[in-house]
């Protein structure tokens, strides 16, 4: 049976595009370049805090039908994108093993990279999140807004750096935002779900499991690098670039230590009042009033 990757570009009516809408090369690649980067995100924050303060003397708006379909699309092309990359590197990993799958150069393929780049441009379409947000007159927590931009430079950055375990990250957020974009499409339906405190659980595990695997790739980097002279236990080196791994490890170590504060301060401190915005209560700067933190990524 053909892989579904295969199968899509033997049945599907694709047109001919230029090489750099399916390969990475900076200059030429759409949101490639620090400025275009750096005006994409500093016109998001504009975008949703100029929302935030057009919306203060005005009616919130629904838009339940829109918000669903944007959900709906984010869930189903998640999951698709999802099996793509696990048909991709699974093969590698099972002739390999799974080292050479994370860290060695040629895991790093031609489709890989498209993906990582799909996956890529789904944090610009994720930002319209917070856009829903802002319309609604949902508070604008400092946690979903900050994760939704700096997924969008993280993901970015790997692409430049080219790191090979890029793949462990973003197939994890891929699992994560299939489920929490299909709550958001039940819930604005009207659907009561009981998992959602699971929901936020499986995201903190999703980050202990990326730094384990970012940290483990960068010390095998600088072991078998700068620090060869050591009689330091490698099994090899890891593809990539010194900046884009640190930077990696850094951002998803802040991200684990705002997670675990969310969820404390959302299941865990004890009940209080909660104050009416539009008559509709909030706790703890919840970005959606809904226990979870939507965007994950989210990360990459």
Not at 90 to 117: D, L, N, V
Not at 180 to 199: F, V
Not at 284 to 293: D, L, M, Y
Request: glycine residues 6%; proline residues 4%; contains cysteine.
């Amino acid at each position: 049976m053909a892989p579904l990757a295969d199968f899509l570009v033997t049945h599907l009516p694709l047109p001919n595009v230029p090489y750099h809408y399916t390969h990475y090369v900076v200059g030429k690649t759409p949101l490639s370049t620090t400025p275009e980067v750096v005006a994409g995100l500093v016109g998001y924050l504009v975008l949703v805090f100029g929302l935030r303060e057009y919306m203060k003397d005005k009616q919130p708006l629904k838009l339940t039908t829109l918000f669903q379909l944007h959900n709906v699309l984010l869930s189903s092309g998640s999951l698709l994108l999802l099996t793509l990359m696990m048909e991709e590197i699974a093969p590698i990993a099972w002739k390999h093993g799974i080292f050479y799958a994370m860290c060695h150069q040629s895991s790093w393929t031609r489709r890989m990279e498209f993906y990582y780049m799909i996956n890529y441009y789904f944090k610009y379409w994720e930002l319209a999140d917070t856009v829903f947000l802002a319309l609604k007159k949902k508070p604008l927590a400092f946690l979903h807004v900050f994760h939704h931009s700096a997924t969008a430079l993280l993901c970015w950055s790997q692409l430049n750096g080219k790191t090979s375990v890029s793949w462990v990250v973003i197939t994890l957020n891929l699992a994560v935002h299939v489920l929490m974009y299909y709550y958001y499409y039940a819930t604005a339906g009207g659907a009561k779900i009981w998992w959602k405190k699971y929901l936020t659980s499986m995201q903190i595990t999703q980050f202990v499991i990326d730094l384990f695997v970012v940290y483990f790739a960068t010390y095998s980097y600088y072991a078998s690098t700068h620090w060869a002279s050591f009689d330091l236990p490698r099994l090899g080196s890891c593809a990539g670039t010194e900046n884009a791994a640190l930077f990696g490890c850094g951002l998803l170590t802040s991200y684990l230590f705002l997670f675990i504060n969310f969820y404390i301060q959302t299941y865990k401190k004890p009940a209080r009042a909660k104050p009416l915005v539009n008559g509709n209560s909030t706790a703890n700067g919840v970005a959606n009033g809904n226990g979870v933190v939507n965007g994950h990524a989210k990360g990459h």
